[in-house]
């Protein structure tokens, strides 16, 4: 509550001023109790909702001391004064001074409460800012509740591969129109299941090949290629030949072709 608000209570002799006082400023802390509620329900933290309940739990503590002070203001033999008695719109100085020492002390007891009230409430918030920068930032490594070392993931082991060619490019020179030349691959079966293979066809007519069409469990077979230069076509003749399993999944390698036709 400001020092403005508190300039507008009227404040007035009797106990139905004080009273009315009392009633205004408990009106004020239930606002704010419902207030800090609503942050303790959506506290990103379970440590600040706390704190926000410890704050409601001094509030209702204020409170009940209002309530304290509303009793006494409202025991036997306290006289209000109608709202149509002329000393309601004296002037201050015109104010006994024995009516004017209980309404200022009970005036300085709310202004200490509300006060204390807001310096708390701010301090929270100014300290969990603070909290909030001077928190570091998390670890990358990932640590049990045990306190065991950190969980290191694994690499992935690689799939092991059926087939391997050897070698996977082979160049055959040069070649005259109406000439052959002859190179071979070797093929690798890695598995301890006989594999059936098959070779497919490169878009030029002008290769031949020979193999073998099952490759024994962890053996080899010869691919035999043949480029026959009299369908070749004339310049760099780079061709790419295909070896399938015939497995599910079907695995493929592949080996390159590279001659010189003139």
């Known amino acids: 509550m400001s020092d403005d608000e508190w300039n507008t209570v009227n404040i007035r002799p009797g106990a139905g001023g004080v009273l009315r006082e009392i009633d205004l400023l408990r009106r004020r802390y239930a606002d704010h109790r419902s207030t800090l509620e609503r942050l303790a329900a959506d506290a990103p933290t379970e440590q600040l909702a706390r704190r926000y309940r410890q704050l409601i739990g001094e509030l209702e503590a204020s409170m009940a001391r209002i309530a304290e002070l509303e009793m006494g203001a409202d025991e036997p033999g306290a006289e209000p004064l109608d709202d149509h008695d002329p000393r309601w719109h004296e002037p201050e100085e015109a104010v006994a001074f024995e009516e004017e020492r209980p309404r200022r002390g009970l005036s300085t007891i709310l202004v200490v409460l509300a006060a204390a009230f ?37 690499e992935p082991v690689p799939q092991e591969v059926a087939l391997t060619a050897s070698p996977d490019q082979q160049s055959y020179g040069e070649l005259r129109r109406g000439t052959r030349a002859v190179r071979q691959f070797e093929i690798e079966n890695h598995t301890d299941e ?57 695995e493929t390698i592949a080996v390159e072709i590279v001659a010189e036709i003139n």
């Open 194 to 250: 006989t594999l059936p293979i098959s070779v497919l066809r490169s878009d030029c007519r002008c290769l031949w090949f020979e193999y073998a069409d099952t490759i024994p469990p962890r053996g080899t077979t010869t691919l035999t290629v043949t480029v026959d230069g009299a369908k070749a076509p004339a310049g760099t003749l780079r061709e790419t030949v295909q070896i399938v399993s015939k497995t599910d999944p079907p």
């Open 118 to 154: 807001i310096v708390g409430v701010v301090g929270l918030f100014a300290w969990n800012w603070i909290r909030g920068d001077a928190e570091p930032e998390a670890p990358a490594a990932i640590v049990e509740p045990s306190g065991r070392e950190p969980l290191i993931e694994p």
